[in-house]
């Protein structure tokens, strides 16, 4: 358990994976002093926040107050105060298995302490960074770019293949978006997908090999150090900074409303070795008639892998269509459409001048030849079989006109 001390007047270091914590000297007021406070946590776990406290009156009552970084909200927690006077010491443990907080993420707390004659005392907001201390890491920069990995685990030829990778993707996905660049980008590359997981399943999405933090400019994904790594890079790497130059350029409001097949489908399509296995799932969709419809892709994948798989398949491929039929701008068009508050399906209108079910149409009838009859007959619907059964029905009597006129 990783543990931040904050003591009167005295400053202790905790080793910082990311960053460094901010240490304040007690504050006191009206008969109450701050003597102590301290944070300790395991990554994935819990976090438990103590604080000790003198009071030369009753004490009544202790609140703690947290958040992070990007939280638009504060958090507020009542602490239960066993002893009214002298030093008082509480704690307050947060299972964040249940309750997460984010992850790599800044957390900014204080208290507040009141006494029975109606004196308060405010401490000084602290932060510490929430980073996956089950491990030592290790890291290798360049401007703009970390690559964090395990101490025992790798080594620098393998950061450099990372950061070399990165910095690639950042220019070529740039050139197509021309996005700010954020202020820094924190690559963690994990061992194992085992060893991900407590940071993945924080957000639901535990059987993918990555994740991009883009409020934070942060990326894990898991590599093992062995042969063939830099193939998974070429792979993750670029897919997940497509999520944070996306995020950078439509902003922390816009991209709520980015749907996520135009958010995943730019980050698969970008990736720079592609994953065969999507085009074959398309093709065996396709062929079942178990394709996906667009509408359904709007909003954040289902979490089953299966249908996730197909998602990120049916959106890289619909992307790549875009591209080709209404160029390259036409990603940022749509970007701009939805960073302005457009619907899934209307964004699709304002920037493509199409609508969003002609998009799908098109698109379909673009997987294959002979998906075209397909998709007319689809978009025909009942008004085809009604045509064909006037036929059907005719043609019996035409044929006995005809024979009733030869005789």
């Given at each position: 358990m990783r543990r931040i001390r904050l003591v009167s007047g005295i400053v202790i270091c905790a080793a910082a994976i990311v960053g460094s914590l901010s240490i304040v000297a007690s504050v006191s007021a009206e008969g109450m002093a701050v003597v102590e406070q301290d944070v300790a946590y395991s990554f994935a776990q819990q976090v438990t926040f103590t604080l000790a406290v003198t009071?030369?009156?009753?004490?009544?009552?202790?609140?703690?107050?947290?958040?992070?970084?990007?939280?638009?909200?504060?958090?507020?927690?009542?602490?239960?105060?066993?002893?009214?006077?002298?030093?008082?010491?509480?704690s307050y443990t947060r299972d964040v298995g249940l309750y997460p907080l984010p992850p790599f993420d800044q957390i900014t707390y204080w208290w507040q302490i009141e006494d029975v004659a109606g004196n308060r005392l405010q401490t000084e907001p602290e932060e510490f960074t929430y980073a996956d201390n089950r491990f030592e890491w290790r890291a290798l920069s360049t401007?703009?770019?970390?690559?964090?990995?395990?101490e025992t685990r790798g080594d620098p030829a393998y950061a450099q293949t990372a950061l070399d990778i990165a910095q690639a993707s950042?220019?070529?996905?740039?050139?197509?978006?021309?996005?700010?660049?954020?202020?820094?980008?924190?690559?963690?590359?994990?061992?194992?997908?085992?060893?991900?997981?407590?940071?993945?399943?924080?957000?639901?999405?535990?059987?993918?090999?990555?994740q991009a933090r883009p409020e934070l400019g942060v990326v894990l994904v898991a590599v093992p150090p062995e042969q063939g790594y830099g193939s998974r890079m070429k792979r993750y790497l670029p897919h997940e900074i497509t999520h944070l130059l996306v995020y950078e350029l439509v902003g922390s409001e816009g991209y709520r409303y980015v749907p996520s097949w135009l958010?995943?489908?730019?980050?698969?399509?970008?990736?720079?070795?592609?994953?065969?296995?999507?085009a074959l799932a398309l093709e065996e969709a396709q062929q079942a008639d178990g394709l996906l419809s667009l509408r359904d892709l709007c909003v954040p994948f289902s979490p089953d892998p299966g249908r996730a798989f197909l998602s990120y398949a049916q959106s890289a491929s619909v992307v790549r269509f875009i591209r080709q039929q209404y160029g390259g701008d036409a990603v940022r068009r749509l970007l701009a459409a939805y960073a302005d508050g457009a619907s899934c399906t209307s964004g699709v209108d304002d920037a493509l001048g199409i609508s969003f079910s002609r998009l799908e149409s098109d698109w379909l009838a673009s997987l294959s030849p002979a998906t075209g009859w397909r998709v007319w007959m689809d978009r025909g619907g009942v008004w085809i079989g009604l045509w064909v059964l006037t036929i059907l029905v005719a043609v019996p009597m035409i044929g006995h006109l005809h024979r009733g006129a030869g005789r």
């Open positions: 009071s030369s009156a009753e004490i009544s009552e202790i609140y703690l107050f947290f958040r992070g970084s990007k939280d638009p909200d504060t958090e507020k927690v009542a602490v239960a105060v066993e002893n009214g006077a002298g030093v008082i010491r509480v401007p703009g770019i970390s690559v964090h990995w395990i950042v220019e070529e996905i740039n050139a197509e978006l021309r996005a700010p660049l954020p202020d820094s980008l924190d690559i963690f590359l994990y061992d194992t997908e085992y060893h991900l997981e407590g940071a993945m399943v924080l957000a639901g999405r535990d059987w993918i090999g990555g958010d995943e489908g730019l980050a698969t399509s970008n990736e720079q070795l592609p994953t065969p296995e999507y």
